[in-house]
């Protein structure tokens, strides 16, 4: 529970989108070790739904994520060992990252504030990023003696932006702002509203037939380990079964049929 006595995240399904809200904007949705639990628990929950068909991740308030809680830290209670309580929150939090990778529906993140450290790295390992104009991503790892990245943001950024800029980003403590987003293609444009802009976006991939969005991401999920040839293969095997399903065969149907009528 929150400081509030309300839940740190809350999760909601409505028209078949699952929405993940980070709870706690009287700490900027700063994380802690029960955020990072309950965070992964509503991934896992929402992953086998298959009614989900996306999930919009979310902060309540002004702020995305305002990275790790500097009071609470991210260590597990449950250990008495300072050392082995962070390594096992640490483990927790990198368990988090895998759980959101692995849920089949394409996961969304609404930026609308700041976006530090663990929460810069919850948008990253997102699929799609809907950002606001005060929207800023910061990674202020060297200014606090750590290294560079956590919960897989120093794996992520280079192969969203490029190396090179995320070699600056990191080694300069720095941050980008929305228009320095959209400009490194972090994100595809700015929305006045990005809850809305999301939820939207989400909708319309809901109403495509399930097994091409989660082959989909998929296929890019692996392409980013897998060699020419064997993703070539991967592709062809999804090709085949997607292009055999009824609704892939009722589209094709109907869209021979507006052609002949040409």
Known sequence: MSDSGCPVVRTQVRDAIGVITLNRPQRLNAVTHEVIIRLREAFRDLGVRDGVRAIVLRGEGRAFCAGLDLEAGIGDPAVADPALAMEQGMRTGADLIRTMRAVPQP???VVQGHAVGAGFALAAASDVRFIG???VFSAPFLRLGMSVGDLGLSWFLPRLIGQGRASELFLSAGELTAGDAVEYGLAIRICEDPLDAATEYARDLAAFPVYGVRASKALMDASGSAGLHEHLDSEARAQVVGGLSLPARE???????ETKKD
């Open 107 to 109: 996961v969304i993140a």
């Open 133 to 135: 104009p005060a929207a």
């Open 251 to 257: 589209a094709m149907a109907a869209l021979l049929a």
